[in-house]
């Protein structure tokens, strides 16, 4: 979650030679990834999150913040229904939850500083 947090900080201070904001969409992605990944078993709703986090690389920052927020919530709704169904523990559910939300709420206030 650190590296979230401090994308979404370092993108309301000045650093010239660094870019948070293509961090961010470098680091989600990969993250977004992982999360698919410890559900290889379906498939069919892990690939389009996978999709969208590479498609997150290759667009411009903003197109590609908003990829991002999408597939995590997308994300978090696909784990919401795997625990409701039985197929994932609740307090695996619970911890993905959290880390989806902090993910979005780290991309948000890093797309409203590209906005700005």
Request: hydrophobic residues 70%; charged residues 10%; aromatic residues 6%.
């Amino acid at each position: 979650m650190a590296p979230f947090g401090v994308a979404a900080v370092a993108s309301w201070i000045s650093l010239p030679p660094v870019d948070p904001a293509g961090f961010c969409v470098a680091y989600s992605a990969i993250i977004l990834a992982f999360l698919v990944g410890m559900r290889w078993r379906e498939l069919a709703t892990g690939a389009p999150a996978v999709v969208a986090a590479l498609a997150a690389l290759l667009v411009p920052v903003i197109p590609g913040l908003c990829l991002l927020i999408a597939a995590f919530l997308a994300q978090a709704l696909v784990d919401i229904v795997a625990v409701e169904a039985g197929r994932m523990p609740h307090w695996q559910g619970l911890l993905r939850m959290m880390l989806a939300a902090g993910a979005v709420v780290a991309l948000i206030l890093v797309l409203a500083r590209q906005l700005i």
